[in-house]
């Protein structure tokens, strides 16, 4: 059979366009086209959700056959006429913000979570970049998104007899994934090199199609490379550290190189975690070379347009690189730039960035901050959480001052939403609802209770369905003893309360917390009248033996004949088996470690479908949390009263069981003479009309638009050569009288209620224009946190380096204000791009 990837094969001239619909991953979520691969080969459609497969596996006699098939015809003839209208029709970006990032996004990441059929992701960074990507594409906002092309990707699950995880890793073939080889100018299969130690890697360039979108992907699987290196984009994230770091220098250097050979010049580079902050650096490395200008000032050009994206609960999280390996490794990439290796470590080493041996080293969330103009988080908690991380990295300065913004996480919600919660949110808001904002307060107010619980009856049935199917090939597989029927899923029932909890299996998570009293979970799975059944899916990775032994436990739990059918563990965890469950389950269960959930958008997932969440009050579910929406696991927890201690698994499993008990099972089968549970339903509404929008990509993706990636893409446009110069110049100059300058006095007058605060600092000569000074109250009971700038008043008499700096503030008591000086550009993003700071003793 011939290949796409490297020839098209002979199709029929009628079914021409079926190679452009097919190449365009938009039929991961958009499914006008369904029927169309279904027609082709329905067994092969179904299993892989992949429509380039089913077009390269179908018989030439099926082709030939459907080409005079005028239904057939017809049906194509329709989708590629919307498909045509979808690539100029107009766009929010197109019609809010037209033309103000004429040069686009560069988004960069270590996985996408596109489709099943494209297995390239782990688990939810992967799935949430995937998510941006498609949103990006719904609004038309100018996005390349840059990774690699992994040959195994993450491992594929199965689980023994005795509920032991196995792993394996079949090969992705390239030309059987919906991606074409990327061609240069010649119509040649476009490459880049990166330098290691004595040879160049050759990287192969692909392209997947996202819409109006692109994936560009990267593999080091070029016959001409070395064995090694031919294996260095093999599997994702991989145990070995040495080849995390050369994954991140073909990510990082190879990604930027390979824009920059198709001549874009991204306005904007977000990098999605610290493993791409190498494309950082190799940007400013590029933008100095293109300018004449030494790193520092290709830094101070370029940073003020990166924006670090962070999903790090905990500050071992990140990427961390042993000087001797960076000097083999990095060296032959920056000999021939102004940038040596030691200088680079310099940049991303902190006092506790230390190996036993006590060398530095590198931390690639240091390197991304100090290579960025902002960074942000993915949940209000976990600004927080990140300010904390951070804070070392910023001498002297207040939690409350790191510069950490958040920017709540959101699911592409037609990726996620059911056939029937389809129907009725176009019933209700049109066909074109997710592309746009959401400007109805209560889109389903017109939606009865009968219909909402129509859709989640369907909802029910077609998963417990799929479950069977799913169950019935892993008790094939393993054979096991006891109850056939159980094992095939036929005792789960469709109209029974069904939760599930599906997710990476791992301590934090906590999926073990229901069976902390088994016993206790044995009676509430065994009520006749108020009868529940729980699916869980999920993997542990591999060298997780912790998360291993979680798994295990379910599924010996699982085979105990009290509950024997009620519980049951879907194999091999996947963005298709995610959407099953996600579309069909009532209650969705998160039970993480309070702090150590960046966000957690599994949650958002059910929202559309009319799903329930019983959650830690931890990420993007405390911000979403009220009674009339769902339960909350210790409401109202704080960052400040629980980052101190962990200790908290046994009253969070009582609290969790107290409310299934009490609340939610009840809710759910009290029903009124209609047979309807009217206060379940009043929370499914709620949910789904104030959730479902505010917790979306579409909300994501704008909100990074508006308040990132134009205020930064001008910005970049006035950090100028000539002004980064010179604000490298003039750090040079502050730093040389830093060490001098001080407080010489301090005078309080209260003066109308107020209090007036004089203060006297000696600058060494420096122009005062080129610092603040501010006085700061942290908050109290006599008030808010409070940051005043104080107004340079004159030079002090007598003295021609001493300036007098004077504010009025709230009167508060002695020693609640306390004075700082700080570098005093606005230009600069403080403290992240000068964390120079003193306070007055």
Same mark, same amino acid.
């Given at each position: 059979?011939?290949?796409?990837?490297?020839?098209?094969?002979?199709?029929?001239?009628?079914?021409?366009?079926?190679?452009?619909?097919?190449?365009?991953?938009?039929?991961?979520?958009?499914?006008?086209?369904?029927?169309?691969?279904?027609?082709?080969?329905?067994?092969?459609?179904?299993?892989?959700?992949?429509?380039?497969?089913?077009?390269?596996?179908?018989?030439?006699?099926?082709?030939?056959?459907?080409?005079?098939?005028?239904?057939?015809?017809?049906?194509?003839?329709?989708?590629?006429?919307?498909?045509?209208?979808?690539?100029?029709?107009?766009?929010?970006?197109?019609?809010?913000?037209?033309?103000?990032?004429?040069?686009?996004?560069?988004?960069?990441?270590?996985?996408?979570?596109?489709?099943?059929?494209?297995?390239?992701?782990?688990?939810?960074?992967?799935?949430?970049?995937?998510?941006?990507?498609?949103?990006?594409?719904?609004?038309?906002?100018?996005?390349?998104?840059?990774?690699?092309?992994?040959?195994?990707?993450?491992?594929?699950?199965?689980?023994?007899?005795? $509920?032991?995880?196995?792993?394996?890793?079949?090969?992705?073939?390239?030309?059987?994934?919906?991606?074409?080889?990327?061609?240069?100018?010649?119509?040649?299969?476009?490459?880049?090199?990166?330098?290691?130690?004595?040879?160049?890697?050759?990287?192969?360039?692909?392209?997947?199609?996202?819409?109006? &979108?692109?994936?560009?992907?990267?593999?080091?699987?070029?016959?001409?490379?070395?064995?090694?290196?031919?294996?260095?984009?093999?599997?994702?994230?991989?145990?070995?550290?040495?080849?995390?770091?050369?994954?991140?220098?073909?990510?990082?250097?190879?990604?930027?190189?390979?824009?920059?050979?198709?001549?874009?010049?991204?306005?904007?580079?977000?990098?999605?975690?610290?493993?791409?902050?190498?494309?950082?650096?190799?940007?400013?490395?590029?933008?100095? /070379?293109?300018?004449?200008?030494?790193?520092?000032?290709?830094?101070?050009?370029?940073?003020?347009?990166?924006?670090?994206?962070?999903?790090?609960?905990?500050?071992?999280?990140?990427?961390?690189?042993?000087?001797?390996?960076?000097?083999?490794?990095?060296?032959?990439?920056?000999?021939?730039?102004?940038?040596?290796?030691?200088?680079?470590?310099?940049?991303?080493?902190?006092?506790?960035?230390?190996?036993?041996?006590?060398?530095?080293?590198?931390?690639?969330?240091?390197?991304?901050?100090?290579?960025?103009?902002?960074?942000?988080?993915?949940?209000?908690?976990?600004?927080?959480?990140?300010?904390?991380?951070?804070?070392?990295?910023?001498?002297?300065?207040?939690?409350?001052?790191?510069?950490?913004?958040?920017?709540?996480?959101?699911?592409?919600?037609?990726?996620?939403?059911?056939?029937?919660?389809?129907?009725?949110?176009?019933?209700?808001?049109?066909?074109?609802?997710?592309?746009?904002?959401?400007?109805?307060?209560?889109?389903?107010?017109?939606?009865?209770?009968?219909?909402?619980?129509?859709?989640?009856?369907?909802?029910?049935?077609?998963?417990?369905?799929?479950?069977?199917?799913?169950?019935?090939?892993?008790? &094939?597989?393993?054979?096991?003893?006891?109850?056939?029927?159980?094992?095939?899923?036929?005792?789960?029932?469709?109209?029974?309360?069904?939760?599930?909890?599906?997710?990476?299996?791992?301590?934090?998570?906590?999926?073990?917390?229901?069976?902390?009293?088994?016993?206790?979970?044995? /009676?509430?799975?065994?009520?006749?009248?108020?009868?529940?059944?729980?699916?869980?899916?999920?993997?542990?990775?591999?060298?997780?033996?912790?998360?291993?032994?979680?798994?295990?436990?379910?599924?010996?739990?699982?085979?105990?004949?009290?509950?024997?059918?009620?519980?049951?563990?879907?194999?091999?965890?996947?963005?298709?088996?995610?959407?099953?469950?996600?579309?069909?389950?009532?209650?969705?269960?998160?039970?993480?470690?309070?702090?150590?959930?960046?966000?957690?958008?599994?949650?958002?997932?059910?929202?559309?479908?009319?799903?329930?969440?019983?959650?830690?009050?931890?990420?993007?579910?405390?911000?979403?949390?009220?009674?009339?929406?769902?339960?909350?696991?210790?409401?109202?927890?704080?960052?400040?009263?629980?980052?101190?201690?962990?200790?908290?698994?046994?009253?969070?499993?009582?609290?969790?069981?107290?409310?299934?008990?009490?609340?939610?099972?009840?809710?759910?089968?009290?029903?009124?003479?209609?047979?309807?549970?009217?206060?379940?339903?009043?929370?499914? /509404?709620?949910?789904?009309?104030?959730?479902?929008?505010?917790?979306?990509?579409?909300?994501?993706?704008?909100?990074?638009?508006?308040?990132?990636?134009?205020?930064?893409?001008?910005?970049?446009?006035?950090?100028?050569?000539?002004?980064?110069?010179?604000?490298?110049?003039?750090?040079?100059?502050?730093? $040389?009288?830093?060490? /001098?300058?001080?407080?010489?006095?301090?005078?309080?007058?209260?003066?109308?209620?107020?209090?007036?605060?004089?203060?006297?600092?000696?600058?060494?000569?420096?122009?005062?224009?080129?610092?603040?000074?501010?006085?700061?109250?942290?908050?109290?009971?006599?008030?808010?946190?409070?940051?005043?700038?104080?107004?340079?008043?004159?030079?002090?008499? $007598?003295? $021609?380096?001493?300036?007098?700096?004077?504010?009025?503030?709230?009167?508060?008591?002695?020693?609640?204000?306390?004075?700082?000086?700080?570098?005093?550009?606005?230009?600069?993003?403080?403290?992240?791009?000068?964390?120079?700071?003193?306070?007055?003793?």
């Amino acid at each position: 059979m011939t290949l796409y990837a490297y020839r098209p094969r002979r199709l029929p001239e009628a079914l021409g366009g079926l190679f452009t619909l097919a190449l365009d991953l938009r039929w991961s979520w958009h499914h006008g086209s369904d029927r169309l691969w279904q027609a082709l080969d329905e067994d092969t459609w179904n299993s892989t959700r992949n429509a380039w497969l089913v077009l390269n596996g179908v018989s030439g006699e099926r082709l030939d056959m459907l080409s005079h098939d005028p239904d057939f015809l017809q049906r194509l003839q329709a989708q590629l006429t919307a498909h045509a209208a979808f690539t100029r029709a107009e766009t929010w970006y197109s019609e809010a913000h037209p033309g103000k990032l004429e040069r686009g996004v560069a988004f960069f990441c270590m996985e996408y979570g596109l489709s099943e059929s494209l297995p390239l992701y782990s688990g939810g960074l992967g799935v949430l970049a995937g998510d941006y990507l498609k949103a990006a594409s719904d609004l038309g906002v100018p996005v390349t998104a840059v990774g690699l092309l992994y040959q195994q990707g993450y491992f594929r699950q199965a689980i023994s007899a005795d $509920g032991e995880q196995l792993e394996f890793y079949p090969y992705n073939d390239p030309t059987m994934l919906p991606l074409s080889p990327l061609r240069d100018e010649d119509d040649g299969w476009l490459r880049v090199t990166v330098p290691l130690p004595g040879r160049d890697v050759r990287l192969r360039a692909w392209i997947g199609q996202v819409g109006r &979108c692109e994936l560009l992907l990267l593999d080091s699987n070029d016959p001409r490379n070395e064995p090694g290196d031919r294996g260095i984009t093999s599997e994702l994230y991989s145990g070995d550290p040495e080849k995390r770091l050369q994954q991140e220098m073909m990510l990082g250097i190879g990604g930027w190189r390979l824009l920059r050979k198709l001549k874009r010049d991204p306005a904007v580079c977000h990098i999605n975690e610290g493993h791409c902050a190498l494309a950082l650096v190799e940007r400013a490395l590029s933008w100095g /070379r293109d300018n004449e200008r030494d790193f520092e000032t290709a830094r101070s050009a370029t940073r003020v347009s990166n924006l670090f994206t962070t999903h790090t609960s905990v500050a071992a999280g990140f990427d961390r690189f042993p000087r001797r390996q960076l000097e083999l490794y990095l060296a032959p990439w920056l000999a021939q730039s102004d940038l040596s290796v030691e200088q680079l470590v310099a940049l991303g080493v902190h006092d506790d960035d230390r190996d036993a041996t006590g060398d530095p080293l590198l931390n690639m969330g240091r390197l991304a901050l100090a290579m960025s103009g902002r960074v942000n988080a993915v949940s209000r908690i976990h600004q927080q959480v990140s300010q904390t991380i951070f804070q070392p990295f910023f001498p002297r300065w207040p939690r409350q001052d790191i510069p950490v913004e958040y920017v709540t996480n959101g699911v592409h919600t037609p990726s996620w939403d059911s056939p029937e919660s389809d129907e009725l949110w176009t019933g209700a808001c049109g066909q074109d609802r997710w592309c746009r904002p959401m400007e109805t307060l209560e889109p389903l107010a017109e939606v009865s209770d009968q219909t909402l619980w129509h859709m989640r009856l369907a909802q029910r049935r077609r998963l417990i369905h799929y479950l069977r199917q799913r169950l019935a090939s892993q008790h &094939c597989a393993h054979h096991p003893g006891g109850n056939t029927q159980a094992a095939c899923g036929l005792l789960l029932d469709s109209e029974t309360l069904t939760l599930g909890f599906a997710r990476r299996f791992t301590e934090y998570k906590r999926p073990d917390l229901l069976l902390s009293d088994e016993a206790r979970l044995v /009676r509430l799975l065994s009520q006749r009248d108020r009868p529940v059944q729980i699916v869980l899916a999920g993997k542990a990775h591999p060298h997780d033996h912790t998360g291993k032994a979680l798994i295990q436990r379910w599924k010996r739990f699982s085979r105990r004949p009290e509950v024997e059918g009620r519980v049951v563990f879907i194999e091999d965890y996947d963005l298709g088996v995610a959407n099953q469950l996600v579309q069909g389950v009532d209650v969705w269960l998160n039970t993480p470690r309070h702090p150590w959930e960046a966000c957690g958008t599994s949650g958002m997932k059910v929202l559309v479908n009319g799903g329930l969440n019983v959650s830690q009050f931890d990420g993007w579910w405390a911000e979403a949390w009220r009674p009339e929406v769902g339960w909350a696991i210790r409401p109202g927890a704080t960052f400040e009263e629980l980052s101190h201690t962990n200790d908290h698994d046994a009253s969070d499993a009582l609290e969790l069981f107290e409310l299934l008990e009490n609340e939610v099972i009840p809710a759910f089968y009290d029903v009124n003479a209609d047979g309807l549970p009217e206060a379940w339903l009043a929370r499914v /509404r709620t949910s789904m009309n104030t959730l479902t929008a505010t917790y979306s990509a579409n909300r994501m993706v704008r909100q990074y638009v508006e308040d990132f990636y134009l205020p930064m893409s001008e910005n970049g446009r006035q950090r100028t050569a000539a002004v980064a110069q010179a604000l490298v110049e003039q750090s040079r100059q502050i730093a $040389g009288h830093w060490p /001098r300058i001080r407080f010489t006095g301090m005078e309080v007058q209260t003066l109308d209620g107020e209090q007036q605060v004089t203060v006297d600092v000696y600058l060494d000569g420096l122009d005062e224009r080129m610092i603040r000074v501010e006085l700061v109250a942290e908050a109290s009971e006599f008030g808010p946190r409070l940051v005043q700038p104080m107004a340079v008043q004159e030079a002090l008499p $007598g003295s $021609g380096h001493t300036w007098v700096y004077q504010c009025r503030v709230p009167a508060r008591p002695k020693g609640h204000y306390t004075p700082r000086i700080v570098v005093g550009d606005n230009r600069l993003t403080l403290p992240l791009e000068d964390a120079s700071v003193i306070w007055m003793r």
